[in-house]
């Protein structure tokens, strides 16, 4: 069965840089394609940015100058970094399974609330 | 930059009803769009890829339909566990949502 579980801080203060990890299992990361998808409470969903594990990378325009997305597949681990974060930036932030690579979205994880404050 | 609007925002609805949920793109997208369902506190779960395939597992009361720039989504008779948030995504160009369409409880 597989599965995705993030982690990671819940509060960040303003300007510094959130930091979230999903741990896959189940699967190998390095079949697939990941991505790292957001909600603000009570908002719709916004795409962050999408990763294979050979490296291709692709970003949503209107983050890519502050977001780094990365895998590890020894620890069959994604990660998502956001730099400078303001209180626009508090959200629920899911990680999500691409198994065909047509960059819609099979499987998610749970997520997790992230606040970001002063 | 594709725009993705969904119509309506809300929709109240009794079980049993026939439900149609309409979404709108900017420019023309094929038949590249997907459609999810989310409950409060849950992550979205997809029901509905490339505009009109049907997610294994999913009910086969949910149907997609469209191409280009116009889409629906129906629920040809509404079940006590579909009261939920509905979701497309354009994925033509790079990942894009709709704001949601909330259906409720008449």
């Known amino acids: 069965q597989v599965q995705l579980q993030e982690s990671g801080p819940g509060l960040v203060k303003t300007s510094e840089t959130l930091s979230l990890t999903c741990t896959v299992s189940?699967?190998?990361?390095?079949?697939?394609?990941w991505s790292w998808i957001r909600q603000p409470p009570g908002k719709g969903l916004e795409w962050i940015g999408y990763?294979?594990?050979?490296?291709?990378?692709n970003y949503n325009p209107s983050l890519k100058s502050r977001v780094t997305i990365s895998v590890d597949t020894s620890k069959n681990q994604f990660s998502l970094k956001l730099r400078s974060v303001t209180a626009a930036d508090t959200a629920v932030y899911y990680c999500?399974?691409?198994?065909?690579?047509?960059?819609?979205?099979?499987?998610w994880g749970r997520g997790t609330l992230v606040t970001v404050s002063s | 930059d594709i725009q993705m609007t969904q119509s309506p925002s809300t929709l109240s609805a009794s079980v049993g009803d026939r439900v149609t949920i309409t979404c709108r793109a900017s420019?023309?997208?094929?038949?590249?769009l997907a459609w999810y369902q989310q409950k409060p506190g849950k992550a979205p779960k997809l029901l509905i890829y490339?505009?009109?395939s049907l997610e294994s597992g999913v009910p086969s009361r949910f149907s997609g339909g469209g191409s280009g720039t116009e889409f629906t989504l129906t629920i040809s008779s509404l079940q006590p566990d579909d009261f939920a948030t509905y979701y497309c995504?354009?994925?033509?160009?790079?990942?894009?949502f709709g704001q949601g369409t909330k259906v409720e409880i008449k």
């Open positions: 990763i294979y594990y050979s490296g291709n990378i």
């Open positions: 189940g699967v190998s990361i390095s079949n697939y394609y």
């Open positions: 995504q354009q994925y033509n160009s790079y990942c894009g």
């Open positions: 999500a399974l691409d198994f065909r690579g047509y960059w819609y979205f099979d499987l």
């Open positions: 490339k505009a009109s």
């Open positions: 420019q023309s997208i094929s038949s590249w």
